[in-house]
């Protein structure tokens, strides 16, 4: 015992402090550039004020680098949304997001696709094929939550999909909750099935909300306890009136003062816009 104690304290010792701060650097500069190669990714502001006039993103990743992802874009009269929470969070999170967003683009780009459920089964088709997932008990389960909506600006009706994650819609001071699958966009515990799509005629002014689950899932207030789906919708509610700028700052109030001292747990996504009729 009292040789192997020697021998750490000598490494720790030999250790060269200039070389371990190149180290940091080096390496918090990599993560640096990794987060740029990823924001260049997601939609830009001015892309998605292409499709949406009123909307808000509340993107907060925990390590720089995101396993949350957001994307919007347009092809003929539909429009595509999506928020996404990739299995792990930080480098490996964030490869997985480049990865998703990657098939996504693809996919929708071919433009067979205007139903949600069948976008989402053509989407786990090309992540468990680059992952070369073939269902083994021991390979590693990577995958994606989703809530994925299909906006048709002609109908306005809204077509959505989730794996896991919900979509919240507000009208008159109402929430509305669409569940998504037991099921994530990869292998799963459970017997792949397809995924289940749901539709809901839009009208002017209603809000739409997707969100990963980081927000719910943190820690903080007096006891230290998860936020929670309940205390969210209501917080929701009580803000969907305010104008979407707001609306986000009160989000990142609300959840800055709950986690206090706490260390952030996961990334936080939620994004949130105003439905406008195409005229």
């Not at 009269?77 to 683009?105: Q, R």
Request: glycine share 8%; aromatic share 12%; net charge negative.
């Amino acid at each position: 015992m009292v040789s192997n104690l020697h021998s750490t304290q000598d490494f720790i010792q030999d250790i060269n402090p200039d070389q371990f701060h190149r180290q940091q650097k080096d390496q918090s500069e990599s993560l640096k550039y990794a987060s740029y190669i990823q924001n260049a990714i997601f939609p830009s502001p001015e892309e998605i004020s292409k499709y949406l006039s009123a909307y808000f993103l509340v993107f907060e990743p925990r390590d720089i680098v995101s396993g949350d992802f957001y994307y919007v874009t347009g092809y003929n009269e539909f429009l595509y949304l999506a928020v996404g929470d990739c299995t792990g969070h930080g480098v490996p999170g964030a490869l997985m997001s480049i990865l998703g967003i990657t098939c996504l683009k693809e996919i929708i780009s071919q433009g067979r696709f205007n139903r949600s459920a069948s976008l989402l089964n053509q989407l786990r088709e090309y992540i468990m094929k680059a992952l070369n997932q073939r269902g083994s008990s021991t390979e590693q389960k990577d995958g994606i939550d989703i809530a994925f909506c299909i906006i048709n600006t002609k109908t306005n009706q809204l077509d959505f999909a989730g794996a896991f994650n919900p979509l919240y819609i507000v009208r008159n001071k109402e929430l509305i909750e669409i569940q998504g699958d037991k099921m994530p966009v990869g292998i799963g515990a459970e017997e792949e099935k397809p995924f289940t799509g749901h539709t809901f005629q839009l009208e002017e002014n209603d809000l739409i909300y997707l969100f990963s689950d980081g927000f719910i899932d943190q820690f903080g207030g007096s006891e230290g306890k998860k936020f929670k789906y309940g205390p969210f919708r209501e917080l929701i509610l009580d803000m969907c009136e305010l104008p979407m700028e707001e609306q986000r700052i009160r989000l990142l109030r609300t959840y800055e003062t709950w986690r206090g001292s706490l260390r952030q747990l996961d990334d936080i996504l939620v994004f949130g816009f105003q439905y406008h009729i195409v005229t």
